[in-house]
C-alpha cells in the first residue's frame, strides 16, 4: 500500500443564490440576443466576459484526495476431488500450485487466497459452491481473478460468470482424453427367487469421435461375475441400452461383477467395472396346514399364520375320521369335501411348507399320497409336524412311508408323557439362529405333554426336563423336517405361566425349513456401508475363532479377526473404501459383498476435458490452459479493458481499489485571476464598439 493525491471532483460554491444565478444568465443572454440582433461589434468579448462572471460567480472548487491503495486479491482454486487422484493430475496440480503462489510472492500490488475443493461424496465436484463461499470473503472490487487447477469435470456450473474478474482454467492432463464406462440405467433392488430380473444398462465411450453413420456400430464385451460362479461373456454394441436377464437362483444377496474391455487409450479402468447387488426374496409363502382334529391349538397355528401377509395359507381340519360314525349329515360336517387327490398329488409341488397338526394315519390319506409327502420333501419341499398324543400307537405316521423323512419315531411303550414341565433350550438351541436369543431372563410357561421320542436324529433345538428333545430339524435329500414333539405350544398364545415366544419361534422355524439365508445355521455372511466391510460367521460349533481372509476389488489380500457377540455368531469390521466387489473366506465358505463407488459422480466420466469450463472462462476474460508438460503458465498483472490471458501467461486484473484518507479543496477560478480577466474582455469589447 501507498499514499497518492488524485483530482477527484470539481465542487460548486456559489456567491449568489442559484435563482439569482439564473436570473442574471437570462438577462445577459437577453443583451447578447440584442447585440447579435444588431450585429453589434464586440459581442464576441462580451459573451467571454458574461460567461467568465457567471463562472466565477458559481464558485468552482477543485477536489484534491488524498489516497491509500489497496492491493487486489486473486484466489487460487485446487480440486482435490476423487477423479483428480486419476493419473499424474495430482502431481500436475501440485507443481502449478507452488509455480502460482511463488509467482504471487513477485508482486508486491496483489494478495493471493489459495482454498481446496475437498471431496464432496455423492455430489461430484462442487467447484463454484468452494469460490462462492471464498468471494463472501473478497471485497468484490479487489477481486483480480480466479485460477482453477481441475480436470475440468465439475458438476455445479454456474449460468453465467458473475463474478466480474477473469477465470483462468489451468487442466491437469496434456489434452483431451478418452474414456470407456459402464452406465447402470436400471437395476432392481430386489428379485422374486426362482425369477429372472432385467438388468439395463449401457457401455459409453466417452471423448470418441464417431461418424454419424457408421458401416458396422462398434462392440465391446462385457463380462458378468456372479458370486463366483463361472464369468459369462455378453458382446454389446457401444452407446446402446442393452437389457440382461439375470436369474435370481437363491434367497438373499447376489453380487454381480460387470467388467467391459479396455478402450485403446483411455484414461483409466475404474469405470469399466460396475457392482450391482440385487437381493432375492421368495414370493408369497404357499402353505397347506392340516389338522387330524379339532383341538385347542389348532386356532392358535391359524392365526399366526394368517398373520403374516406374505402367506397364503390353505387349512383342513379332519373333523370327523373315517371309521366313526356318529350320524351326523355329511351336509352339516363339512363345507366342502377334503380334496385329497388335488392336495397330495397334483398340485403338492405348489405349496413351499406343508404343515401337518396332530394328525394321525387313519386311512384320510391312501399311502400312495402320504409317500407323495415324503418325495416332495426329498425333493426340497419343508415340512412341519406338530405331534401329540396321535403319534403313539398303530396310527402314528411313524408307521407310513413318510417315517423315511422324519428326525425322529415314537417307541412302543413309554413315549407319551404327560405332567408339567418347562421346556429349555439345548446348548446347540442356544447357539442356533433358530432359536438363539429367545430364552429371556425368565423361564417359559409350562407345558403339560410331550412325545419321548426314539431313534431322533438331526439338530435338537429345545428339550425337556429329562434331556429328551423337544424340537428336532433335520436336513432330508433336498428339502428339510421340522418336528415339535408337543402338541401344548398354544398355552403359550394365551400367557399361560407367563407364556413363550411362540410366533417368533414358529416364524423362524417356517422361514428356516424355506431356506432363509439369515436363519442358516453355519454361514459367512459380508456387506459393506459407508465404507466399511462388516463380516458375520455363524457357527454351531464352539471353540476358537478363525480370521478370515479378506480380498480387495484390486486383489490386495489381508486378514479380519473376529469377535464372538453372543453364543454362535460372531462379527468384525474393516475400512473398505474401493470400489468393487470385496471377497471374504474363512477357509470353507465364502461370501461377496458389494461396494458401490463413494462419489458415482466423479466415475461417471474420469476424462480431463476442457467443454464444460471453457465457455464460462471465455465469457469472464480468461482462458484454458493444459498444464502437461509446460506447467503453470506465467501469471502478470493486465488492465481491465485489455486482454487477461495469452498462450503462456494468465493476468490478474488491476482494480485501482483505494481508500480516501484526505480531502482538501482549491478555487478554480481565484478573484487574483477572475477580476483581471474579467476587466480585460470589458475593456477589449469597449475598444472594440468605439471603433
Not at 355 to 380: C, E, H, K, M, S
Not at 491 to 512: F, K, T, Y
Amino acid at each position: 500500500m501507498h499514499m497518492e493525491q488524485a483530482i477527484a471532483a470539481i465542487r460548486f460554491d456559489p456567491a449568489l443564490p442559484w435563482q439569482a444565478l439564473a436570473a442574471l444568465a437570462v438577462l445577459c443572454a437577453t443583451v447578447l440576443g440584442v447585440a447579435i440582433w444588431r450585429r453589434a461589434p464586440g459581442t464576441v468579448l462580451r459573451g467571454f466576459a458574461f460567461v467568465l462572471l457567471l463562472a466565477w460567480l458559481t464558485g468552482p472548487r477543485l477536489v484534491e484526495e488524498t489516497r491509500q491503495t489497496l492491493p487486489d486479491i486473486g484466489l487460487l482454486v485446487i480440486d482435490q476431488s476423487a477423479s483428480m487422484a486419476v493419473g499424474n493430475r495430482a502431481q500436475l496440480a501440485e507443481a502449478a500450485r507452488a509455480k502460482i503462489e511463488g509467482g504471487a510472492r513477485g508482486l508486491h500490488d496483489m494478495e493471493l487466497r489459495t482454498i481446496t475443493v475437498p471431496e464432496a461424496g455423492n455430489e461430484g465436484t462442487r467447484l463454484f459452491a468452494a469460490i462462492d463461499r471464498a468471494l463472501a470473503d473478497i471485497p468484490r472490487g479487489r477481486l483480480a481473478g480466479i485460477v482453477a487447477v481441475t480436470d475440468g469435470q465439475v458438476h455445479d456450473l454456474p449460468a453465467t460468470a458473475a463474478w466480474g474478474a477473469p477465470l483462468h482454467v489451468l487442466i491437469a492432463a496434456k489434452g483431451e482424453e478418452t474414456d470407456r464406462r459402464i452406465r447402470i440405467i436400471e437395476a432392481p433392488g430386489y428379485g422374486i427367487v426362482g425369477k429372472s430380473v432385467q438388468l439395463k444398462l449401457a457401455v459409453d465411450d466417452l471423448g470418441v469421435e464417431r461418424p454419424l453413420l457408421p458401416l458396422r456400430p462398434a462392440a465391446v464385451k462385457l463380462t458378468i461375475r456372479r458370486d463366483g460362479e463361472a464369468e459369462r461373456v455378453e458382446t454389446l454394441q457401444v452407446g446402446r441400452e442393452t437389457t440382461l436377464d439375470i436369474p435370481i437362483p437363491r434367497a438373499g444377496p447376489t453380487v454381480l461383477d460387470l467388467n467391459a474391455e479396455p478402450l485403446p487409450g483411455e484414461v483409466s479402468l475404474a469405470n469399466n467395472r460396475a457392482v450391482v447387488s440385487i437381493n432375492g426374496v421368495r414370493d408369497r409363502l404357499r402353505v397347506l396346514l392340516v389338522s387330524g382334529e379339532p383341538h385347542p391349538g389348532e386356532r392358535t397355528w391359524r392365526r399366526l399364520l394368517k398373520s403374516d401377509p406374505s402367506v397364503d395359507l390353505i387349512h383342513f381340519t379332519i373333523l370327523r375320521p373315517p371309521e366313526k360314525d356318529d350320524m351326523t349329515p355329511l351336509k352339516e360336517l363339512a363345507l366342502i369335501a377334503f380334496p385329497v387327490r388335488e392336495l397330495f398329488m397334483l398340485k403338492i409341488n405348489e405349496f413351499d411348507l406343508i404343515i401337518l397338526d396332530r394328525f394321525q394315519n387313519r386311512g384320510t390319506l391312501p399311502p400312495l399320497y402320504i409317500r407323495n409327502i415324503a418325495d416332495f420333501v426329498r425333493q426340497g419341499g419343508a415340512l412341519l409336524m406338530s405331534v401329540g398324543p396321535e403319534f403313539v400307537g398303530e396310527t402314528s405316521l411313524g408307521h407310513t412311508p413318510l417315517a423315511g423323512v422324519l428326525p425322529a419315531l415314537a417307541p412302543e411303550d413309554g413315549a407319551l408323557v404327560e405332567g408339567a414341565f418347562r421346556p429349555a433350550l439345548t446348548v446347540l438351541g442356544e447357539r442356533h439362529p433358530v432359536t438363539a436369543g429367545l430364552m429371556g431372563p425368565q423361564a417359559w410357561g409350562e407345558w403339560y405333554r410331550r412325545i419321548v421320542p426314539s431313534d431322533a436324529h438331526g439338530d435338537a433345538l429345545m428339550q425337556g426336563p429329562d434331556g429328551a428333545p423337544l424340537l428336532l430339524l433335520d436336513r432330508v435329500g433336498e428339502g428339510r423336517v421340522a418336528m415339535l414333539l408337543s402338541d401344548q405350544m398354544w398355552l403359550w398364545s394365551r400367557g399361560h405361566e407367563g407364556g413363550g415366544p411362540q410366533a417368533e419361534l414358529l416364524r423362524r422355524i417356517a422361514h428356516w425349513l424355506m431356506k432363509e439365508p439369515d436363519l442358516e445355521e453355519t454361514a459367512l455372511t459380508a456387506a459393506v456401508d459407508r465404507g466399511r466391510l462388516t463380516v458375520e460367521r455363524r457357527s454351531t460349533e464352539a471353540g476358537s475363532l478363525p480370521k478370515v481372509g479378506v480380498i480387495a476389488p484390486d486383489g490386495a489380500r489381508s486378514e479380519l479377526a473376529l469377535t464372538e457377540q453372543r453364543p454362535g455368531r460372531a462379527t468384525g469390521s474393516m475400512a473398505a473404501t474401493a470400489p468393487g466387489v470385496w471377497q471374504v473366506s474363512d477357509g470353507v465358505r465364502t461370501a461377496y459383498a458389494a461396494a458401490g463407488a463413494a462419489n458415482p459422480l466423479e466415475l461417471a466420466d474420469l476424462r480431463a476435458t476442457a467443454s464444460k469450463l471453457d465457455s464460462l472462462a471465455r465469457d469472464s476474460g480468461g482462458g484454458i490452459h493444459w498444464l502437461d508438460p509446460r506447467g503453470a503458465p506465467e501469471m502478470r498483472r493486465s488492465e481491465p479493458e485489455r486482454d487477461a490471458s495469452g498462450s503462456a501467461w494468465i493476468g490478474m486484473q488491476r482494480r485501482h481499489d483505494h481508500l480516501v484518507t484526505g480531502i482538501s479543496a482549491a478555487p478554480l477560478l481565484p478573484p487574483w485571476l477572475a477580476l483581471p480577466l474579467l476587466l480585460g474582455l470589458v475593456v477589449a469589447a469597449w475598444r472594440r464598439e468605439s471603433r
